[in-house]
């Protein structure tokens, strides 16, 4: 019989103390220093208790946890190997800390004795993290066996588990984000499953709600028309922070805008409905809806009459997607109040507010502000719906009237795609019970510029706005949000090289439920989205094109046929139109060629 193993029992107290706390989803990258935490995650799942994902890539596995924290709002486990495995997980690690996505990173490690001394496959592990993550140990190395369950060992492991998933979701630091333990094993590395595991496991809590309302009670105070409080933040700040627990009154009179950067969310729609003032939401903010949005707000935001008289501006989520945006941000004569989310905390102008509470006073709307800024946005607004047929000429037994009314519709019918045609045909595919991905693409600012109204869970990774990850983290979330049967499909759109970049995501481990996700590639051959950039203007053709715009030739049909995605190519409206909308049952890949 093969020898006890302390690695195994101490893993098995450590991962079964994170699912007592309400954790569900462990992303794993084999390893031989991992196998214990390997093993035991196999019979959590066998039991049950998680979802267990495999990736051979670290960094496809620490992205994949990522859209797992991103749509559920509980982190997911990665566990990964020792070496080069651990640091593929900075990546994800760093756009968790900026966006305030939580994220669980168990690192197998050599022991101390080994490290700095030439052991293959060791370097450095604790600290690795270390300007990133919420909370960090380096564990000691198991000594005991613990077939009871009730050692000081698996005592302190299980606390351990419960201060790391706190940690995690932002306990302490007023924002959700990485968390690092680290691991050191001696040999042997596993062993059989300790006793206690085989019992039955102890009844979870319920998953924390991190949209819950506050504890406190909202103030009986009809002075407040509406009270909302941010998930928090973390890093420096010249600003003093207002800790008081009354919230800051938003009076009537400044000229206000309300900003709705990534992950603002249905706060920002509702903030700027009560106080009647102009929203302006960005594509990834979860908040492109209702009566107050803006259409064409850059443009808006550098006309004079509007941007230039703004006073106030009230700021959820991280604006990312504009340069009218950050300049009005960064204006000194312009007071700025930043609701703080998860992420970083914004001062472009070295003198925003932060504050944690917002009130509304409630007092008469200027009128007269938001009617000029909706009319503005009203001339703005970019009408894509394709025109309506010509019922009467259709119908028609006039040659001459009925032949042009075929014409004009087979003229729609076959219309070559463009990038605006494509972020219109995926909007208008996308209802509230599937998920969109953007990716850090041109075609995400295209998007920003020309969509309308529509109130739609969207997901993008802005907090450093890399082309990282993309497709895992998209799988990421459609794991999580389609995880105990719910409807719905995740769509994610990217450019040819965000999807290049991420290639690896699509190999799918056999045995494991396979999500409903669609990858639509604007595939222009490059990165044009460095046209729009001042180096378009300095750099002559030649640079441009060895050193900007990546150009590549990659056959996705034939990489979609290698890891087992369904492909299409499609070149009309018509076409893209009927790839999104037929019925999907597993992974697909719509390809849609575009002119440089």
Not at 281 to 308: K, P, Q
Not at 334 to 350: K, S, T
Not at 497 to 525: C, K, M, S, W, Y
Request: charged share 20%.
């Amino acid at each position: 019989m093969p020898a006890a193993s302390p690695a195994t029992d101490a893993a098995a107290a450590l991962l079964c103390g994170l699912v007592a706390q309400g954790v569900r989803h462990v992303v794993l990258s084999p390893g031989s220093r991992s196998q214990a935490l390997a093993l035991v995650a196999a019979e959590l799942e066998r039991r049950g208790e998680i979802s267990l994902h495999v990736r051979i890539d670290e960094r496809v596995a620490g992205f994949t946890a990522l859209g797992i924290g991103r749509e559920s709002g509980m982190p997911a486990v990665v566990v990964c190997t020792s070496g080069t495995a651990a640091a593929n997980l900075l990546p994800a690690a760093l756009e968790a800390h900026h966006a305030g996505v939580p994220l669980l990173l168990l690192t197998a490690d050599r022991p101390p004795e080994l490290r700095g001394v030439g052991a293959n496959q060791t370097t450095r592990q604790p600290g690795m993290f270390a300007p990133t993550v919420r909370f960090e140990a380096d564990l000691p190395v198991p000594e005991t066996v613990d077939q009871g369950g009730d050692s000081e060992q698996s005592a302190m492991l299980r606390e351990v588990a419960e201060q790391a998933l706190s940690a995690a979701l932002g306990a302490g630091t007023r924002s959700p984000g990485p968390v690092h333990l680290n691991l050191p094993f001696r040999e042997p590395l596993a062993g059989p499953l300790p006793q206690w595991l085989g019992a039955p496991a102890p009844e979870a809590p319920a998953s924390v709600d991190l949209d819950a309302a506050p504890e406190e009670p909202v103030p009986d105070d009809e002075s407040f028309g509406a009270l909302y409080q941010g998930g928090g933040g973390i890093g420096e700040s010249d600003v003093p922070i207002d800790t008081a627990d009354e919230p800051f009154v938003l009076t009537r009179g400044p000229r206000t805008v309300v900003i709705a950067g990534a992950d603002a969310g249905a706060d920002a729609e509702e903030l700027a409905h009560l106080g009647g003032w102009p929203l302006v939401a960005e594509i990834v903010s979860g908040a492109r809806y209702g009566r107050n949005l803006v259409h064409g707000y850059r443009e808006l935001l550098r006309d004079a009459d509007l941007g230039g008289r703004v006073e106030r501006a009230v700021v959820l989520g991280h604006p990312t997607l504009s340069r009218e945006v950050v300049a009005l941000l960064s204006r000194a004569d312009v007071d700025v109040y930043a609701v703080r989310g998860p992420g970083e905390p914004l001062n472009l102008n070295g003198a925003t507010t932060p504050v944690d509470l917002v009130a509304v006073a409630v007092g008469e709307t200027d009128r007269e502000w938001v009617g000029a800024w909706l009319r503005a946005s009203q001339a703005a607004a970019v009408d894509l719906a394709p025109p309506a047929p010509d019922a009467a000429g259709l119908s028609s037994a006039v040659p001459g009237e009925r032949l042009p009314a075929i014409a004009a519709e087979l003229a729609v019918f076959r219309a070559p795609l463009d990038r605006t045609t494509l972020v219109d045909a995926v909007w208008r595919a996308t209802w509230p019970h599937d998920r969109l991905v953007f990716g850090s693409s041109r075609l995400v600012r295209v998007a920003d510029a020309v969509l309308g109204g529509k109130k739609v869970p969207v997901h993008a990774n802005r907090g450093l706005a890399g082309i990282d990850g993309t497709i895992a983290t998209a799988i990421g979330v459609a794991l999580a949000s389609q995880r105990d049967g719910a409807p719905g499909l995740t769509r994610v759109l990217v450019g040819d090289l965000t999807f290049l970049h991420d290639v690896g995501a699509l190999l799918r481990t056999p045995g494991e439920r396979e999500p409903r996700v669609q990858v639509i590639v604007g595939n222009d051959g490059g990165g044009t989205i460095f046209d729009g950039l001042e180096v378009s203007s300095v750099a002559d053709a030649a640079a441009m094109e060895r050193v900007l715009y990546t150009p590549q030739t990659a056959r996705i049909a034939q990489l979609a046929e290698a890891y087992g995605w369904e492909h299409h190519r499609v070149t009309t409206r018509a076409a893209l139109d009927q790839a999104l909308t037929a019925p999907v049952g597993g992974r697909q890949i719509i390809e849609v060629p575009l002119d440089r």
